[in-house]
């Protein structure tokens, strides 16, 4: 069965750290683009930062450019999304998504942060920043 499996959200306040997972079982994270989102209450489902494992390129939205990294254990077949300078506006359910390719058929030069590029999806983990 595949699945993706997100975890490590919590309560911090302004300021701190927070690292999270997001496991895969099922395929593997080799030859995939991984991207995580973020839902906050009332607002659409946001691509936050992506990374292409055929090349290891990364993208980032201006939102957290700087103050997140996303990182790959690919011996774990595990992403991490390291979250650094936490804000109250970073409250929020993070998700993470994959789409994985064969051997050399990832056609994308950057990977994508809309949401609609994904097709494999964990499900949430919540962060909760306080002031």
């Known amino acids: 069965e595949v699945q993706l499996q997100a975890s490590g959200g919590g309560l911090v306040q302004a300021g701190g750290s927070l690292r999270l997972s997001c496991a895969a079982s099922g395929f593997t994270f080799d030859n995939a683009i991984i991207g995580w989102f973020r839902q906050a209450p009332g607002k659409e489902r946001e691509g936050i930062a992506c990374?292409?494992?055929?090349?290891?390129?990364?993208v980032y939205a201006d939102s957290v450019k700087g103050r997140f990294t996303i990182s790959s254990d690919l011996a774990e077949n595990t992403e991490y999304l390291q979250l650094n300078n936490l804000k109250p506006e970073d409250t929020a359910v993070y998700y993470c998504?994959?789409?994985?390719?064969?051997?050399?058929?990832?056609?994308?030069?950057?990977?994508?942060?809309?949401?609609?590029?994904?097709?494999?999806w964990g499900q949430g983990t919540q962060v909760t920043v306080s002031s």
């Open positions: 998504a994959a789409r994985d390719f064969a051997a050399g058929t990832n056609y994308y030069s950057r990977c994508p942060l809309g949401l609609w590029e994904y097709d494999r």
């Open positions: 990374i292409s494992e055929t090349d290891g390129r990364t």
